[in-house]
């Protein structure tokens, strides 16, 4: 693709260790445009190797508001079925600038590895010595090992390399939309992490004519979004009272995705006043709450809501999807349900549900089309300005071809 | 016209970095901007670095401080602003793509 998307994608077979740079077609992208509906065609095509389908939408990356989007696609060992989870924060805009618009991942590897990709170079890495380490430890080795801060990781801890259905791919030191246990599949292909630093460019079929409307969009985006943040930004996620009275004396900043100007995400410090504006010495002072949702199914479950920050913080080192192990919390301390999340990292207990697209945010009609387009389903619940027939505008701006609203159905 | 920075407003989204990149080449990609977002991560310390002809914005979380060019910093910004020395200077521009797009008005243009 000349416009919107990489020139290639990326077919990995993890058993040979061996990349293979694929040119992705205008042909291709007309039919099957992108994110999670581009993901299946290539999960089809390359299903006998059980892949897992790292994918874009046209708009990810690009300045319309919430182009954070990436796109998961694989079978989930929760629910058998093929599934897309979100992945977000600046992991779905950094897999677009390494130069691949779509990775597709296949077969597993001999040995523990961690595939680093960047400036259109896909690197195997020998993981051995970082599996077992949790996934903070993960990002720290490989960001050192590499040199660069601004690598984007999507990895697993403990859970996922025991390969439980309650395994979540994290982002760097957080958590994804991963509802669907595809932390285990990273850990039955012995993949650790998937590393991206992406200092590509894409370009626009006609640059004035796509900054004029998205800046139109933008605006009413904006407009929806209003001053909601950080504890008040999106109600479905049903922080409880005292969960949210707790979150207020802890609270540090709140904080968006890429290119997105809904703050749903704030920083609790628990290990620092969180007044304290500067970088101190203290390396790990809390954590974000990238998972609203999450973090109030931890103190549902019975946890002193002051200690909810820290008992999510262990479930982001050891890999677990909050909203799967929560329930199961059976003590009410930090201590005491820190020890028992570190049990189920080595158990293989997890609830079943049934769903294609993960539970990250409400599904409306537009919900799909977002993860077509790679536009942030937490946006989208707020903002209804994204819809598909903005994508197929924006789309038509931006590559010349001609896209029409239910292109962006599956 | 210059641009004004309010660090504690930022959300770290990153849309001024896309903003000014797209002014400069018309395309989409976080590396060719005067304007550089920074984070520690873990620390959760973010905020942004512009770039003007003699001097550097530094847009940190506990305030504003303007670095003549030749002084080094004692902070951690100053650390991570290398790469931002390798970048074209704000030029000024009207209508600018990376105020336009800031979701939170942690850049404003002054005039």
Redesign the interface.
């Known amino acids: 693709m000349d416009n919107m998307y990489t020139e290639y994608y990326l077919v990995v077979d993890l058993a040979t260790g061996e990349a293979e740079e694929i040119e992705l077609e205008e042909e291709f992208v007309q039919e099957y445009v992108g994110g999670a509906k581009l993901n299946m065609a290539l999960y089809e095509e390359h299903k006998d190797g059980d892949p897992i389908v790292l994918g874009t939408g046209l708009l990810t990356?690009?300045?319309v508001?919430g182009s954070c989007l990436g796109v998961i696609t694989a079978k989930s060992p929760v629910t058998g079925k093929v599934a897309h989870a979100p992945f977000t924060w600046?992991a779905g805009?950094e897999l677009k600038?390494t130069g691949y618009s779509f990775v597709v991942i296949k077969n597993k590897a001999a040995n523990p590895t961690y595939l680093w990709l960047h400036d259109e170079i896909a690197d195997f890495v020998d993981a051995s010595e970082l599996w077992g380490k949790n996934t903070?430890d993960a990002v720290d080795v490989i960001r050192d090992e590499q040199g660069e801060?601004?690598i984007q990781l999507l990895s697993i801890g403990k859970a996922g390399e025991n390969k439980l259905s309650t395994a979540m791919i994290t982002n760097?030191?957080w958590g994804t939309g991963d509802r669907f246990g595809f932390g285990a599949l990273f850990g039955e292909k012995n993949l650790k992490s998937v590393a991206m630093r992406?200092?590509?460019?894409?370009?626009?079929d006609d640059?004035d004519a796509f900054?004029e409307k998205t800046?139109s969009v933008?605006d009413d985006v904006?407009s929806q979004v209003g001053d909601a943040?950080g504890l008040d930004a999106i109600d479905y996620a049903k922080i409880p009272a005292d969960l949210k009275d707790a979150a207020k004396k802890q609270l540090?900043?709140?904080?968006?995705?890429?290119?997105?100007?809904l703050?749903y995400k704030f920083?609790l410090?628990y290990r620092e006043d969180p007044s304290v504006?500067?970088?101190?010495d203290?390396?790990?002072?809390?954590v974000?709450v990238s998972d609203p949702i999450g973090y109030a199914a931890i103190a549902n479950a019975g946890v002193v809501p002051a200690d909810a920050g820290e008992v999510l913080e262990a479930m982001f080192k050891l890999g677990l999807n909050p909203v799967a192990v929560a329930s199961k919390l059976t003590a009410k301390d930090k201590a005491g349900a820190i020890a028992e999340l570190e049990k189920f990292a080595e158990s293989s207990e997890a609830d079943k549900f049934d769903a294609v697209f993960s539970p990250i945010a409400p599904m409306s009609d537009r919900t799909e089309a977002a993860y077509i387009a790679g536009i942030c389903p937490v946006l989208v619940a707020k903002a209804e300005a994204l819809n598909a027939d903005i994508f197929a505008e924006l789309a038509s701006i931006g590559t010349g071809l001609d896209f029409k609203a239910d292109a962006f159905k599956m | 016209m210059t641009i004004q920075v309010d660090p504690q407003k930022c959300?770290?989204?990153?849309?001024c970095e896309?903003?000014c990149?797209?002014y400069r080449?018309?395309?989409?990609?976080?590396?060719s901007s005067s304007v550089m977002m920074y984070?520690?991560?873990?620390?959760?310390?973010?905020g942004l670095m512009l770039k003007r002809e003699d001097d550097m914005i530094l847009g940190?979380?506990?305030g504003v401080e303007i670095q003549k060019e030749g002084e080094a910093s004692d902070?951690?910004a100053g650390a991570?602003a290398k790469p931002i020395l390798l970048r074209e200077p704000c030029d000024e521009c009207k209508d600018a793509?990376c105020v336009?797009?800031c979701?939170?008005g942690c850049l404003i243009e002054v005039d």
Not at chain 2, 11 to 15: D, L, R, S, V
Not at chain 2, 39 to 46: A, C, G, L, P, S
Request: hydrophobic share 35%.
């Open positions: 990356g690009t300045l508001p600046s805009a600038l903070w801060d601004r760097n030191y992406g200092m590509g460019e894409l370009e626009v640059p900054i800046k933008f904006k943040k540090h900043r709140v904080e968006a995705d890429f290119n997105s100007p703050a920083f410090k504006m500067l970088s101190t203290v390396e790990e002072p809390g974000l | 959300i770290n989204c990153g849309a896309l903003g990149s797209f080449d018309e395309v989409f990609t976080t590396m984070r520690e991560e873990k620390r959760n310390y973010f940190r979380p506990e902070s951690d991570s793509l336009r797009f979701p939170t």
